[in-house]
């Protein structure tokens, strides 16, 4: 049964689980662009305050709100299907959750943690932003990549910066993928969460793999590009698809808890995970995400940010599962919030799915005023 979790201290460990990426409604192409070079704006992720000029921020309690714990119970008791909520305050350490430790499909959501990878081999001079890259047509995977029209006979010449901003911002699961194994593929993704702490997060496969499995099948090189692996998906028996769904649900290969992702959002946003340039750039490149705007960030209020990553996984009939969105919610005095809302299963329909994650967002905006 889903449960509330009242106060859990920061940096409170969690089971840990798998993880990888998804399919979300198509754009047209455009060509990638790097992402723009670092300003000496204030990050997003907590301004520096001059002591001199700037207004004190009033005392905020180490405990979460009542108002808060109420209303993440009543939302994650409200909803039919099965899903996950977490909220930590990054800057004071309390946390409130419903189903909080239980192992969630992430779907594109674990395009964050391959984007963490990259800059962390960026900190660490193993690549830049300029790094050319090469995508060629064995590399296309499947669902969603914008990136498949601009792939010529040649190939199609690119970098990592401009990869990078299109996995995050537009969830292309090629420009991803390609990024994974340049990387160094699932298991350096695995050694790297675990060598930061961030714990109840795992990661899958890859994305080709994971949805062929997924589907109940195994995957075929052929099938890059994706229409060789829906063809096939679209010729398995019902009942068949529905097995290999339930055991993906009851397992996820992909899996990671919602608490587990909230902590790493708040590692990240600490400057715990990379250097202070990388977090600010990365949040920035999140804070322009194409994809979901209806989701968490319906619920903003003028002066709220939402630097955030979706996930959207497969369907079968009305049943759809592992609908997710996480982020970090910036208040208008740089106060910083990770959230987390993750639906494994439902048969609800969009709106009232995104309606969801919009009133997590003004729940905790409510009871942050």
């Known amino acids: 049964m889903p449960r509330i979790d009242t106060v859990v201290r920061f940096g409170a460990h969690v089971a840990p689980v798998v993880l990888l990426a998804a399919c979300v409604p198509a754009a047209p192409p455009v060509p990638l662009k790097a992402p723009p070079p670092p300003t000496a704006r204030p990050t997003l992720v907590g301004p520096p305050i001059d002591a001199t000029s700037a207004t004190p921020r009033p005392k905020r309690s180490d405990e979460p709100p009542a ?21 930590r305050d990054v800057d004071r350490g309390w946390m409130v959750a ?35 890259v090469t995508v060629t047509r064995s590399d296309l995977t499947v669902f969603h990549q914008p990136i498949r029209a601009l792939i010529g006979p040649n190939g199609y010449r690119t970098t990592v910066g401009a990869l990078l901003e299109c996995a995050l911002t537009r969830s292309d699961n090629t420009c991803n993928d390609v990024l994974l194994w340049k990387v160094g593929g699932p298991a350096a ?58 055991r993906y649900l009851a397992a996820p290969y992909d899996g990671a808890t919602a608490n587990g992702i909230t902590l790493g959002l708040s590692l990240l946003a600490q400057d715990k995970l990379l250097s202070h340039g990388s977090t600010d750039r990365l949040f920035r490149i999140m804070l ?64 009232v799915r995104m309606r969801l994650m919009g009133d997590v967002t003004r729940a905790v905006i409510r009871t942050a005023e």
């Open 189 to 246: 993704i695995r050694r790297m969460l675990k060598e930061k702490g961030i714990d109840g997060v795992g990661f899958g496969p890859g994305e080709r793999e994971l949805q062929a499995k997924t589907a109940g099948l195994v995957w075929r090189k052929e099938w890059a590009g994706g229409w060789g692996f829906l063809q096939a998906r679209a010729a398995m028996p019902a009942a068949d698809r529905r097995k290999a769904l339930d």
């Open 98 to 132: 419903w189903n909080g430790d239980r192992p969630h499909p992430q779907q594109s959501v674990s395009k964050l943690w391959v984007a963490i990878a990259v800059f962390d081999a960026i900190d660490h001079a193993r690549l830049s932003f300029a790094t050319p």
């Open 288 to 351: 322009a995400s194409k994809t979901g705007p209806l989701r968490l960030k319906s619920g903003l209020q003028p002066g709220w940010k939402m630097a955030h990553k979706t996930g959207t996984g497969q369907e079968l009939g009305n049943l759809a599962t592992g609908y997710n969105d996480v982020g970090l919610l910036t208040a208008p005095d740089g106060h910083r919030y990770a959230v987390a809302v993750m639906i494994a299963s439902t048969r609800q329909s969009i709106p």
């Open 67 to 87: 108002a808060l714990l109420n209303a993440v119970q009543a939302l994650g008791a409200g909803f039919q299907g099965q899903v996950a909520i977490s909220v």
